[in-house]
């Protein structure tokens, strides 16, 4: 089965703080997403990636980075967390872009901005 | 975007069938039906996908109408295991690089009852 496991499954931070999220994934999957999740607006993408080092915007980008270093490990960076990005945080990953692909998720991160 | 409408919610008794409707009354041809689910507190999980023949897999069935308008995710033996929100989602393959995205609109809560 594939894993994708997430750092943390609650974080609390305060504004202005830097906010590393960090995902994994064991299948050997080209590509990894990150989405945010918040009630009434459904999942949206931040960003995702489709090999080591490379990155694309989604529809939500701003005020977040992401770095991919390793095939297995794609990880979100809040440079400086506002209370208007509490949300659930999902990382994902899948075998390929096209539409008849699907996508694992991890468990969530439910991160706090006080 | 071609969009789904699904039931708000739906209630049935542990191990008996389930099915979830999906209406997509403008799905075009290239478009694929995937569904996922949420439990509470937890990722969204692949369970099934098809584009125009029934599918089926060891999480669940998905029985697709001959015109395509409307798509039925079957659960054979509902457990207390299954309540979930469920979502019906559609990828489109033609929508020039833009379909790796996942959408999810409110979907379908669904209860089981002992």
């Known amino acids: 089965d594939v894993k994708v496991t997430q750092s943390s499954r609650y974080l609390v931070k305060r504004t202005g703080e830097k906010v590393f999220l960090e995902c994994v994934q064991d299948?050997?999957?080209?590509?990894m997403f990150w989405y945010r999740q918040d009630p009434g607006l459904g999942l949206r993408l931040i960003y995702f990636s489709y090999d080591v080092k490379m990155k694309e915007k989604g529809d939500i980008p701003e005020g977040y980075s992401v770095s991919r270093e390793k095939k297995e490990r794609f990880s979100l960076i809040l440079e400086s967390a506002s209370t208007n990005q509490t949300s659930m945080y999902l990382c994902?990953?899948?075998?390929?872009?096209?539409?008849?692909?699907?996508?694992?998720f991890g468990p969530g991160t439910r991160l706090t901005v006080t | 975007d071609a969009k789904t409408t699904q039931p708000n919610s739906m209630e049935s008794n542990e191990e008996e069938p389930v099915h979830l409707p999906c209406n997509h009354s403008t799905i075009s041809g290239t478009d694929y039906i995937h569904w996922y689910r949420q439990l509470p507190s937890q990722g969204p999980e692949y369970v099934i996908h098809g584009l125009t023949s029934n599918v089926n897999n060891r999480m669940a069935s998905l029985a697709i109408a001959e015109d395509r308008k409307s798509s039925t995710l079957i659960l054979h033996r509902a457990t207390l295991r299954d309540a979930a929100v469920y979502y019906c989602i559609l990828r489109d393959g033609d929508s020039g690089g833009s379909n790796y995205k996942l959408t999810f609109g409110k979907g379908t809560l669904l209860t089981v009852n002992p």
């Open positions: 299948m050997d999957h080209e590509n």
């Open positions: 994902a990953s899948g075998e390929g872009l096209a539409d008849y692909y699907e996508q694992y």
